[in-house]
């Protein structure tokens, strides 16, 4: 039987989101912004160290705050599944603080949600945007001492427009699912580098 593993995918209007996805899955980027309006869901399946893997990436519009409850989560459409995903790729701009600010806080939701409730989940947080690193607003160094020591998350930084670190960041995300899957341990595990790009392929 294939396992599947749900990954939601949040963050603020125009970070970046719709672009980090296409780009995975069909090698595709355009400048035309398109705001998601209504959760969407992306089925690809993958292989991951010779084992088949069926994804369900959900791409979340904006929310105003993490479902606190599984009522909650049914009364927004756009919260669907968001609750019990297996991992969390949470999205802001490089260039824009309200962005981080955004995920910081949908961050602190979700761990304390998911203690409480379904447990915890790896969280990647995905600088998106990195070809406009000359306008970012802060040092990529403070930001990811935040996210890596103090917050235990993953962090990565990548780019749609010129597919830089876009595989990358799904194979470190997908890594850490299927080890905390086996294994039942932090959060924060990491195989960085533990992946080669000939064993994870959309089929």
Known sequence: MVETLSLAVIGDPGVGKTSIIRQFLYNDFTEVYTPTNSRYVYRPSVILNGNMFDLKIMEVPPISSFPASTCQEWLDLRCHGVRTA?????????????????????????????????????????????DLQRQRFTSRRAVSLLVKKTWKCGYIECSAKYNWHITLLFKELLASAVARGL?????????????????????
């Open 86 to 130: 297996s991992a969390y790729i949470l999205v802001y701009d490089i260039c824009c603080m309200e962005s981080f600010e955004y995920i910081k806080m949908i961050r602190q939701q979700i761990v304390d949600n998911r203690a409480s409730n379904s447990g915890e989940a790896p969280i990647l947080v995905v600088g998106s945007k990195r």
């Open 183 to 203: 294994k039942r341990n932090h959060s924060s595990i990491r195989l960085q580098g533990a992946l080669h790009r000939n064993r994870c392929s959309i089929m």
